[in-house]
Every structure is written in structure tokens, then in C-alpha cells.
């Protein structure tokens, strides 16, 4: 059974910034990964995903803030969180999904659920 461990969440005051880790394993290239987060009493959403190819999408929330990365060497996706605000806190998840390029993946694309991780921005 493949695994996704996540790892790098915290607790941050609004401006600072964090990085996300999720590694595959066994290591694995999958077409497509992305992160996700869930915020207490909201649905879960998609943020970021990343293509094998290098391409990325970003939900408009994050945009100019946030990037998504791979280092290919490590089978490990990042996540680096720039410029924080309270509204970022939230459970984060990485997954393998089904990917359209250019855009976020729903929920339901997701194939493989990786653990989560807590973020906690603070004004």
C-alpha cells in the first residue's frame, strides 16, 4: 500500500511562511499530486497541484503566495507557504489525484490520501 507522509506544519504568526513535505513510498513518480486542506467547519478544498511535467495550478486564494514543487531525487512534494494569513489555517493533505491541466483538482479526483498536517496562522 503506498504511503504519503507529510510533514512541516506549524504554528505561525500572519506574514511568516512554512514549507509542506510529502513524501511517496514506496518512491513512485505519479502523474499528478497535489495538496488539499480542510478548515474546521469547511468542506475540504484543492490548493495546489503539480503535473510530472512541471506544470502547476493554484486555487486564486493562494496565488502569488504559495508554490508547489518536486524534488524528483527525494519523491518528495513541497509546499512553500509565503506571506500566511489566519484564513490559511487549516488541516493541508497531499494526494496523488487525476489531473486537468492548468487546474485544481476536486476532491474527488483524489486516488491516494497522504496524512495530514496542522496549520495555524495567528494574527
Known amino acids: 500500500q503506498p504511503q504519503l507522509v507529510v510533514s512541516g506544519g506549524g504554528s505561525v504568526q500572519a506574514g511568516g511562511s512554512l514549507r509542506l513535505s510529502c513524501t511517496t513510498s514506496p518512491s513512485y513518480n505519479y502523474g499528478c499530486m497535489a495538496w488539499f486542506r480542510q478548515a474546521a467547519g469547511k468542506e475540504r478544498e484543492g490548493v495546489a497541484s503539480?503535473?510530472?511535467?512541471?506544470?502547476?495550478a493554484y486555487a486564486d486564494v493562494v496565488k502569488g503566495r504559495f508554490t508547489i514543487s518536486k524534488d524528483r531525487e527525494k519523491d518528495t512534494l513541497y509546499l512553500k507557504m509565503n506571506s500566511l494569513k489566519p484564513e490559511d489555517t487549516a488541516m493541508y493533505y497531499c494526494a496523488v489525484t487525476a489531473c486537468t491541466r492548468g487546474v485544481v483538482p476536486q476532491v474527488s479526483s483524489i486516488i491516494i490520501w497522504g496524512q495530514g498536517t496542522q496549520v495555524t496562522v495567528s494574527s
Open positions: 503539480r503535473i510530472t511535467d512541471g506544470t502547476s
